[in-house]
């Protein structure tokens, strides 16, 4: 997963490692002396010409066996490691916000001459990834269990990203953790896309509420809630059908159906492998139907890894789980964590 990504990150570590370990050699200086020149005292306009000076210099400085990294050192790098996560499809406010974090992380640090440059670089990077990624964790589980019946979700997105296998998937996610279920067969609109989500409820022995192809589907929505409530059921699970988040009358038609049934969750669903166009989209639905958070589909396909890491920090709203292939099983929870991990595994 998140192939390119890995690597990208993996040739920086080790571009930064190589890069500092080159130039750690001792330096006939005091400590005072380099505390100045690693902190100078003098106006802006001459502390830029000493920084200009000193970064000529391409040196690490040493002393008593701890050296100290400086901008200059790893600037190069750091202008690599921006243009590999704008590659990587990661926003630019993200890339910048990531390369700023792991400066300030690095540059005027001491280390220990001998330690594992690129173990100290690989560090500040996961720390910074994992701060973006951890906007406003949600725990699913621990919101279904916890919130009064029936909790109605509803799956919102642009065509064809995975919204009816995703609520197929936590059909059986939430039934095998002892839920029961109901879905609404929200897509009145595309043809077959009744039959689609009827075939996975009988896959997976849940109840369906539908109405003809071309019906509203906020009444649909309506039954299924009033279903649910009737039958004390835990969750309502509501399919949408898939609109452009340009296409007005439909984006009405999606507020309507969220004013209507007051969702506990609006859920936003794209795929990663669509980069920064799915972060965007987010921001666009966003804009129309608050959502509560998002999940990104097909991570199991050729992605590289950018919207993942955006999509959170840019719409301020969680990830909450990733789709990682086409089988009912699979579907991953999201964790901040278990995503570093991932990437520098
Ligand atoms: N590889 C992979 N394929 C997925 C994943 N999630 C969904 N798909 C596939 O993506 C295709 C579209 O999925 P749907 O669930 O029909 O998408 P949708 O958003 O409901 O589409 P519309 O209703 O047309 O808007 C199907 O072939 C799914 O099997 C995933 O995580 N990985
Ligand atoms: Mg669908």
């Known amino acids: 997963m998140f192939g390119k990504l890995k690597e990208k990150l993996r040739g920086f570590t080790k571009s930064v490692g190589d890069q500092i370990e080159e130039k750690t050699t001792p330096l006939d200086k005091s400590e005072d002396e380099i505390t100045e020149e690693i902190s100078p005292q003098e106006s802006p306009a001459q502390e830029n010409k000493k920084s200009l000076g000193f970064a000529q210099k391409a040196k690490a400085l040493v002393f008593e066996r701890e050296f100290i990294i400086t901008e200059s050192d790893i600037e190069d790098s750091l202008w690599e490691l ?52 951890s906007a406003n964790v949600f725990d699913f589980d621990e919101f279904i269990d916890a919130h009064d019946k029936p909790v109605h979700i509803v799956f919102i997105g642009i065509n064809g990203t995975g919204k009816t296998t995703t609520i197929s998937k936590l059909a059986k996610r939430l039934k095998d953790k002892g839920k029961s279920v109901v879905i609404a067969a929200g897509d ?138 086409q089988g009912y099983d699979d579907l991953q929870k999201f964790d901040p964590k278990w995503f570093v991990d991932q990437l520098f595994n």
Do not use: W
């Open 82 to 133: 921006e243009m590999a996560l704008i590659e990587s499809d990661i926003a630019l406010s993200v890339s910048e916000k990531i390369v700023s974090d792991v400066k300030n992380e690095l540059v005027a640090s001491r280390r220990k001459i001998g330690s594992n440059i690129t173990s100290i670089v690989e560090d500040a990077l996961k720390k910074s990834i994992y701060e973006v990624m």
């Open 188 to 325: 009145t609109f595309r043809a077959g896309a009744i039959d689609q989500i009827a075939i996975h409820a009988e896959n997976l022995g849940v109840k369906l509420i539908k109405h003809q192809p071309g019906g509203d589907p906020a009444a649909v929505v309506y039954d299924a809630i009033q279903y649910a409530k009737a039958h004390n059921t835990d969750v309502v699970l509501s399919d949408t059908a898939g609109r452009m988040h340009t296409n007005v009358n439909l984006m009405s038609q999606l507020e309507k159906i969220c004013r209507v049934s007051s969702p506990d969750l609006i859920v936003f669903v794209d795929e990663a492998v669509a980069g920064n166009d799915a972060v965007e989209r987010a921001k666009q639905f966003n804009e129309t139907v608050p959502i509560d958070g998002s999940i990104l589909t097909k991570t199991d396909a050729d992605s590289k890894g950018g919207a993942a890491i955006s999509i959170a920090y840019i719409t301020g709203k969680p990830i909450l789980f990733l789709g990682i292939g």
